[in-house]
């Protein structure tokens, strides 16, 4: 399993942005991806998962700001984030999974993730 996450930035509070996590290694289309994020000194917070059936899932923190889609034609995983916040600063990191938990799983497997830093 490889997982390369990209299109993190520096944003100001209010911008958006587009992450992408290119995944091989395993059967893309059949599995259940999760984004989670980790800032220093905290355990991974979970942040939303996308089912092989297209269905949606998001955290408190993420809902109505964040859309989780796939492209299983490019085996790739995003994350759109608009009105973004300070406090959502961390590295993010993708995994097949459905909660932190599942993610963990595959931890070696996790990519090296990309920073996201919202400014005020």
């Known amino acids: 399993v490889e997982l390369v996450e990209s299109g993190g930035g520096l944003v100001q509070s209010g911008g958006s942005l587009r992450l992408s996590c290119e995944a091989s290694g395993f059967q893309f289309s059949t599995a259940a991806m999760s984004w989670a994020r980790q800032v220093p000194g905290k355990e991974p917070e979970w942040v939303s998962c996308?089912?092989?059936?297209?269905?949606?899932f998001y955290s408190d923190s993420a809902i109505g700001r964040f859309t989780v889609s796939r492209n299983n034609a490019k085996n790739t995983l995003y994350l759109e984030m608009k009105n973004l916040k300070p406090e959502d600063t961390a590295v993010y990191y993708c995994a097949p999974g459905v909660n932190v938990a599942t993610m963990r799983i595959f931890a070696s497997s996790w990519g090296q993730g990309t920073q996201v830093t919202v400014s005020s």
């Open positions: 996308i089912y092989n059936d297209g269905r949606t």
